[in-house]
């Protein structure tokens, strides 16, 4: 066997334990991760429940009040949609839907949108993204304050062709260098607001329905 065969089947050799052994440790990592960043995520989502519709104006058990409204049109293989019911002493004063921007800049943008029982919003927050640190992230709280703008707003405030960033002839602000990203959370905003007039019988229907036994005072 010659030097150069030995040493070209030492080289496959060598990538293929590489290969084997980077495999198993991307694995064991997600593996150890996979917990960890999904008990994240739902302390964040929680987080943001609260931040929408505080404890001060509800009194039931928020994170364990959820109810199955009809699939979204749009994407109707996800099922139901889930929303948390938020009522103070049994009476219902409010909603919080989880929305989904597909059209970000890096990809999904996901939101939780509170609507109280008019179709006014109480408050948006983004749960999670990619977009880019220093342009895109200013849809985080922490970063600045421009979500709170959707506080109060409804489908018919502003109008419906309103409904977009200000280089769009819209009411809300875009960001410096980053257009796509907030373009992408006011769409899903409105949707939501259109799927939550669309659905208004369906919703008081399953509000009625839904059980008071996690009330507490």
Not at 57 to 82: I, K, M, Q, Y
Not at 91 to 117: K, N, Q
Not at 149 to 177: A, C, I, M
Not at 181 to 201: D, G, I, M, S
């Amino acid at each position: 066997m010659s030097t150069l065969t030995t040493s070209i089947r030492r080289s496959a050799i060598g990538l293929g334990l590489f290969a084997v052994l980077t495999g198993g440790t991307i694995a064991l990592t997600q593996g150890l991760t996979k917990d960890r960043i999904a008990d994240q995520a739902a302390r964040a989502e929680a987080k943001a429940l609260f931040e929408i519709i505080p404890e001060s104006r509800h009194n039931n058990d928020l994170l364990n009040s959820s109810v199955a409204l009809p699939a979204d049109e749009r994407t109707p293989e996800a099922g139901p949609v889930l929303a948390w019911v938020a009522r103070q002493d049994g009476r219902p004063v409010g909603l919080i839907f989880p929305a989904v921007a597909p059209d970000g800049y890096s990809g999904d943008i996901h939101l939780l949108v509170g609507v109280d029982l008019d179709g006014t919003v109480l408050g948006v927050r983004v749960t999670s993204h990619r977009e880019t640190p220093g342009l895109g992230d200013r849809i985080e709280t922490r970063k600045s304050d421009w979500v709170y703008d959707f506080n109060g707003r409804s489908l018919n405030n502003p109008k419906p062709r309103e409904w977009s960033v200000k280089k769009n002839g819209g009411v809300f602000d875009q960001f410096t260098g980053a257009t796509i990203t907030p373009r992408a959370v006011v769409k899903a905003v409105q949707k939501t607001l259109v799927y939550f007039r669309k659905h208004r019988a369906d919703i008081r229907e399953a509000i009625a329905a839904h059980p008071l036994s996690e009330e507490h005072s």
